[in-house]
């Protein structure tokens, strides 16, 4: 319901494909947010500092591409005007809450394999 991911996804067949990905892989997803919240004591959001440890520590950014994180975290917290989170509070522009967290994966993962071309699909 909250995901953007129609804005870079454009094909619907695709798309699927990667809710069935993210659905499959769900239970993990939440842990890891879980874990992340739990380490910066910032519950129910992630910082964006903690997610930079995150993104560092695991990997998904290299020395190629410091900034990419950035502009992921800055695509996904992007809204126009005010809005309300799935918990019913004004959105924090520098924080994720899960299902930002999700997204900003999706967009990590488009940035580093889709877009270089070393995958040929998102799912």
């Not at 910032?42 to 695991?58: E, G, K, L, V």
């Amino acid at each position: 319901k909250f995901l953007k991911l129609k804005k870079f996804i454009k094909s619907n067949h695709e798309l699927d494909e990667v809710i069935t990905v993210l659905e499959k892989n769900f239970s993990f997803i939440k842990e890891i947010f879980l874990g992340i919240v739990a380490d910066c004591n910032c519950y129910p959001r992630i910082s964006r500092h903690a997610f930079d440890i995150f993104c560092s520590i695991s990997g998904i950014i290299d020395d190629t591409d410091i900034d990419g994180h950035l502009i992921a975290f800055t695509a996904v917290n992007f809204t126009e005007g005010e809005t309300v989170d799935e918990g019913g509070d004004v959105e924090n522009e520098t924080e994720l809450c899960r299902y930002e967290f999700i997204e900003i994966l999706v967009r990590l993962a488009s940035h580093k394999y889709v877009e270089s071309g070393l995958a040929d699909t998102y799912a």
